[in-house]
């Protein structure tokens, strides 16, 4: 069982929270982690490169010169894959690079990626996260007393709340997400995580029993 210090907004700390990692993931396989990202960042990829085939490149379809006689290799036409200028060979197509995993697999990666996060005591714990209004200042602020800036950092809300996401948006390598979006990606990118206590109840409640929602 880890004891979590509670801090406010001023740095302050205000409590502890207790949470053991092994409720959240008995054991962390890295394979696993591995296949899971490797499997988010293939579904990002745009797949849009394309290249031309001999078939597409401009240039005659005459035979270059006569086959024999001239003491030259044999050569067809100016557009050949073995020409400067010439088509490619295995010329490039949009594709699409994504596939899945299960989500029984996609749950599990969640939960070892946040449990991970605990063990190595890279999850720091806030009492509340607010804002009236989108404030990039005080949101740095906080980061700043709470000695996360300049380190990627994962803001992390019970919720969705507008006003964190705008505060933290133009921050450098800050990003805000909900419990509800986390994934082992998500996860395991940043440095440090900054949770509310909400969240962390959240995060307690759902990925101890499994039920979590594959993003």
Same mark, same amino acid.
């Given at each position: 069982?880890? /004891?979590?210090?509670?801090?406010? =907004?001023? !740095? ?9 990692? @092994? ?21 990002? =990829?745009?797949?849009?490169? =394309? *290249? $031309? ?7 005659? *379809? ?5 086959? +024999?006689?001239?003491?030259? %290799? ?5 557009? /050949?894959?073995?020409?400067? !200028?010439?088509?490619?060979? $295995? ?11 299960? =989500?029984?697999?996609?749950? @599990? #990666? &969640?939960?070892?990626?946040?449990? %991970? ?18 404030? *990039?200042?005080?949101? #740095?602020?906080?980061? +700043?007393?709470? !000695?996360?800036?300049?380190?990627? &950092?994962?803001? &992390? ?28 990606? /998500? ?8 949770? &509310? ?13 499994? /039920?979590?929602?594959?993003?």
């Amino acid at each position: 069982m880890a /004891s979590l210090p509670i801090y406010d =907004r001023t !740095g302050s700390k205000v409590g502890d929270y207790e949470i053991d990692a @092994a409720e959240l993931a008995p054991r962390i396989s890295k394979q696993l982690l591995h296949d899971v990202v490797v499997m988010y960042q293939a579904n990002r =990829r745009q797949g849009s490169h =394309r *290249t $031309k085939s001999r078939s597409e490149v401009a240039g005659s *379809t005459e035979k270059m010169y006569r086959q +024999k006689g001239t003491g030259h %290799a044999r050569a067809g036409s100016k557009r /050949s894959g073995v020409r400067r !200028g010439g088509g490619h060979i $295995k010329a490039k197509r949009p594709r699409d690079f994504g596939y899945h995993l299960p =989500r029984k697999a996609l749950r @599990a #990666a &969640t939960r070892m990626a946040l449990a %991970a996060k605990l063990r190595d005591g890279q999850v720091v714990v806030i009492d509340e996260l607010s804002f009236g209004e989108p404030r *990039t200042k005080d949101m #740095a602020g906080i980061l +700043k007393v709470l !000695g996360l800036a300049g380190s990627s &950092t994962l803001v &992390t809300t019970a919720v969705r709340d507008v006003n964190v996401y705008k505060s933290a948006r133009n921050i450098a390598n800050v990003s805000v997400s909900p419990v509800a979006d986390l994934n082992a990606l /998500s996860v395991l990118s940043p440095r440090r995580i900054l949770v &509310t206590k909400a969240a962390l109840d959240v995060i307690r409640e759902r990925h101890a029993a499994g /039920s979590v929602a594959a993003s």
